[in-house]
């Protein structure tokens, strides 16, 4: 809309020469028509402007209208197809880290669910120098278990005296500086610290110790210190010894030789998505534990819509029972405080896999998980306070603090509970999925292992033996793919291109040439040779499928996913993950108020944004 221009006075002020006379007061002086021309133009300024609003607040006024116009036709277009041949409003949600939070769910079956593959490998750079030990050691009550998936050390136990128990040997070199590191951040000298016998004490707290020696010092042993009566609950410990002097304990990565991984002596399995299991709920994740009424000692708890029920007079000095036990993923999770004015009766103890953690107040207790574990809540009532006349106890956990003030009862289900034949993997952006509409598992990436038997066709290259190998069985699977570097990997060597990388001359490498896939190990000395190492070190080998396959999903499988759903509005999705989690994408059939009620939350801000705009 072009905006109106009114015309201005233009003349010159005007200087009055006049003399005064008898009807003055009747004329027109200079001055007067000076002040007429500015009234007259400082209105028409004014009037300008205000048009100008006016077409500001049209436009935003068209807009609001032409967005609420969209939204009633996207209702209109949602309950169309509610009441036609569709399911209804249908969303998406996806997760990577095994969690996801709906918050305009209903009660239906989902629309569709696509499970993609993940891996994960570890690659070392062979910056740690301390080679560890791996047996299970216990002294003076603390356990130091070697975990062998992760290449950590989990620390149990209290110290009945001071506790020394050696971790590994190391040999410094003089002059060299050398970083510790170990100790989770938050650690005191009282948890951990490594000792250098010969020169003193090195604390590692969290933030790492340095050191260099004045002299070389060959089979110094490092230890893992506890003072008497620190308890030690799953510490994860990280030994390691580096001469990089910028790493940390999240830095952490094994010892493998002090040379980069994956290798021949260090291989490293690549995992994937192997097993699918977990649990879909609603907002409120405290599973009931066992089955109720339950009766000891005078008390009797009973489970019912609005929390648990308590009723009776204790006779023992204390009763209680367990009213949560499983599995929680690492996340941020908040559970209801005691309320009521019998909170001093009964009070509600926490459990981090079979260990007190925490005993629950007045106050909603913050709980925080950095990995999995097993989490339980134990009731207690205590005797001396009369008679119980149905306190009602809400209890409840959720991942949002908010949602504890509206009980909800527990709604769940299993999510699955499967073990796959053959995993689901991912290389770079291309994975195997399972598609539950299709019915089918496709599958993207190959798998094929090398073991020297008679049926691979390996040759030397050249045949007078220059320690490369050409795996030909290999070459007729991956040859055809573009980007053959970021779509392979190898349980020991790393894989490359040769064309682009320029390493011909390189050791403990797969690489590629136009028309031949290779192997460079310097230890290969023949061809017999190579295959006797390698039916004693079989090479595996993950690379993308010149042409997907597909496979019907089981029908055990299937049937699971037939039954999954979701939960009025809030739905929590929580898969479990032995190895990696997979990646997973829902679409859901949304709760049709709360979809519409949140379009026009979305259309009350805009007007209001509009209106306030235009009242400034």
């Given at each position: 809309?072009?905006?109106?221009?009114i015309?201005k006075?233009t003349y010159?002020?005007?200087?009055?020469?006049?003399?005064?006379?008898?009807?003055?007061?009747?004329?027109?002086?200079?001055?007067?028509?000076?002040?007429?021309k500015?009234?007259?133009?400082?209105?028409?300024?004014?009037?300008?402007?205000g048009?100008?609003?006016?077409?500001?607040?049209?436009?935003?006024?068209n807009?609001a209208r032409?967005?609420?116009?969209?939204?009633?036709e996207?209702?209109?277009?949602?309950?169309?197809a509610?009441?036609?041949?569709?399911?209804g409003?249908?969303?998406?949600?996806?997760?990577?880290?095994?969690?996801?939070?709906?918050n305009d769910?209903?009660?239906?079956?989902?629309?569709?669910?696509?499970?993609?593959g993940?891996?994960?490998?570890?690659q070392?750079?062979?910056k740690?120098?301390?080679l560890?030990?791996?047996?299970?050691?216990?002294?003076?009550?603390?356990?130091?278990?070697?975990?062998?998936?992760?290449?950590?050390?989990?620390?149990?136990?209290?110290?009945?005296?001071?506790t020394?128990?050696?971790?590994g040997?190391f040999?410094?070199?003089?002059?060299?500086?050398?970083k510790f590191?170990?100790?989770?951040k938050?650690g005191?000298?009282?948890?951990?610290?490594?000792?250098?016998?010969?020169?003193?004490?090195?604390?590692?707290?969290?933030?790492?110790?340095?050191?260099?020696?004045?002299?070389?010092?060959?089979?110094?042993?490092?230890y893992f210190?506890?003072?008497?009566?620190?308890?030690?609950?799953?510490?994860?410990?990280?030994p390691?010894?580096t001469?990089?002097?910028?790493?940390t304990?999240?830095?952490?990565?094994?010892?493998?030789?002090?040379?980069?991984?994956?290798?021949?002596?260090?291989?490293?399995?690549?995992?994937?998505?192997?097993?699918?299991?977990?649990?879909?709920s609603?907002?409120?994740l405290?599973?009931?534990?066992?089955?109720?009424p339950?009766?000891?000692?005078?008390?009797?708890?009973?489970l019912m819509?609005?929390g648990?029920?308590?009723?009776?007079?204790?006779?023992a000095?204390?009763?209680?029972t367990?009213i949560?036990?499983?599995?929680l993923?690492?996340g941020?999770?908040?559970?209801?405080?005691?309320?009521?004015?019998?909170n001093?009766?009964?009070?509600?103890?926490?459990y981090?896999?079979?260990?007190?953690?925490?005993?629950?107040?007045?106050?909603?207790?913050?709980?925080?998980?950095?990995?999995?574990?097993?989490?339980?809540?134990?009731?207690y009532?205590y005797?001396?306070y009369?008679?119980?006349?149905d306190?009602?106890?809400?209890?409840?956990?959720?991942?949002?603090?908010n949602?504890?003030?509206?009980y909800?009862?527990?709604q769940?289900?299993?999510?699955?509970?499967y073990?796959?034949?053959?995993?689901?993997?991912?290389?770079s952006?291309?994975?195997?999925?399972?598609d539950?509409?299709r019915?089918k598992?496709?599958r993207?990436?190959g798998?094929?292992?090398?073991?020297?038997?008679?049926?691979?066709?390996?040759?030397?290259s050249p045949?007078?033996?220059?320690?490369?190998?050409?795996?030909?069985l290999?070459r007729?699977?991956?040859?055809?793919?573009?980007n053959?570097?970021p779509?392979?990997?190898s349980?020991?060597?790393?894989?490359?291109?040769?064309?682009?990388?320029?390493?011909?001359?390189?050791?403990h490498?797969f690489y590629?040439?136009?028309?031949?896939?290779?192997?460079?190990?310097?230890?290969?000395t023949?061809?017999?040779?190579?295959?006797?190492?390698?039916?004693?070190?079989?090479?595996?080998?993950?690379?993308?499928?010149a042409?997907?396959?597909?496979?019907?999903i089981p029908?055990?499988?299937?049937?699971?996913?037939?039954?999954?759903q979701?939960?009025?509005?809030t739905?929590n999705?929580?898969?479990?993950a032995?190895?990696?989690?997979?990646?997973?994408?829902?679409?859901?059939?949304?709760?049709?108020k709360?979809?519409?009620?949140?379009?026009f939350?979305?259309?009350?801000?805009?007007?209001?944004?509009s209106?306030?705009?235009?009242e400034?």
């Open positions: 809309m072009a905006t109106l221009q015309p006075i010159k002020d005007k200087k009055d020469f006049q003399t005064q006379g008898q009807d003055d007061e009747y004329k027109i002086c200079a001055k007067d028509m000076n002040e007429i500015s009234v007259f133009n400082n209105s028409a300024e004014a009037i300008e402007k048009l100008s609003t006016i077409d500001e607040n049209v436009k935003k006024t807009d032409d967005l609420a116009k969209q939204y009633m996207q209702a209109s277009q949602d309950a169309l509610i009441n036609g041949t569709a399911n409003i249908i969303e998406k949600v996806t997760t990577e880290d095994g969690y996801a939070q709906i769910s209903s009660n239906r079956r989902l629309n569709n669910m696509i499970i993609r993940n891996s994960e490998q570890i070392t750079t062979g740690n120098l301390l560890i030990y791996k047996q299970t050691q216990t002294v003076n009550g603390i356990t130091l278990t070697y975990d062998n998936d992760n290449k950590v050390i989990i620390a149990n136990g209290t110290a009945t005296s001071w020394n128990i050696a971790l040997v040999d410094f070199k003089k002059g060299i500086t050398y590191v170990g100790c989770p938050g005191s000298v009282d948890t951990l610290y490594h000792i250098e016998p010969n020169g003193g004490l090195f604390f590692d707290i969290g933030n790492g110790a340095t050191y260099t020696p004045s002299e070389d010092k060959l089979n110094t042993l490092i210190v506890v003072t008497k009566g620190v308890v030690l609950n799953n510490l994860v410990i990280k390691m010894i001469t990089d002097l910028n790493v304990y999240d830095d952490y990565e094994p010892y493998t030789g002090g040379k980069p991984s994956p290798s021949p002596e260090y291989p490293q399995e690549i995992k994937a998505v192997n097993e699918l299991s977990g649990v879909m609603g907002k409120n405290l599973k009931p534990h066992g089955s109720y339950r009766t000891g000692y005078g008390i009797t708890f009973n819509n609005d648990i029920h308590v009723n009776g007079k204790c006779t000095s204390s009763w209680y367990f949560y036990s499983d599995t993923q690492a941020t999770y908040y559970i209801n405080g005691i309320k009521g004015a019998s001093s009766h009964y009070q509600v103890v926490l981090k896999n079979d260990v007190i953690i925490g005993y629950i107040t007045t106050n909603n207790f913050k709980l925080v998980l950095k990995e999995k574990a097993k989490i339980k809540l134990s009731l009532v005797p001396g009369g008679t119980f006349n306190l009602v106890l809400p209890y409840m956990i959720c991942r949002n603090e949602d504890l003030y509206l909800t009862p527990y769940g289900q299993s999510l699955l509970n073990t796959l034949q053959n995993p689901l993997y991912k290389l952006d291309v994975y195997d999925y399972i539950f509409n019915g598992i496709v993207n990436i798998v094929i292992t090398f073991d020297g038997s008679d049926d691979e066709d390996i040759r030397l045949p007078d033996g220059s320690r490369r190998v050409y795996l030909y290999f007729n699977s991956i040859l055809s793919i573009e053959i570097n779509y392979c990997k349980n020991m060597f790393k894989f490359t291109n040769l064309w682009t990388d320029g390493v011909i001359s390189h050791n490498l590629v040439s136009s028309t031949n896939i290779y192997v460079s190990y310097n230890e290969i023949s061809l017999n040779d190579f295959k006797t190492w390698l039916n004693k070190n079989p090479i595996t080998v993950y690379y993308q499928l042409t997907p396959t597909e496979e019907d029908a055990e499988l299937l049937s699971q996913l037939k039954e999954l979701t939960y009025v509005t739905t999705v929580m898969f479990e032995s190895d990696v989690y997979p990646i997973v994408d829902l679409e859901y059939i949304a709760d049709t709360t979809y519409i009620d949140n379009k939350k979305e259309l009350a801000e805009v007007i209001i944004t209106t306030s705009e235009e400034l």
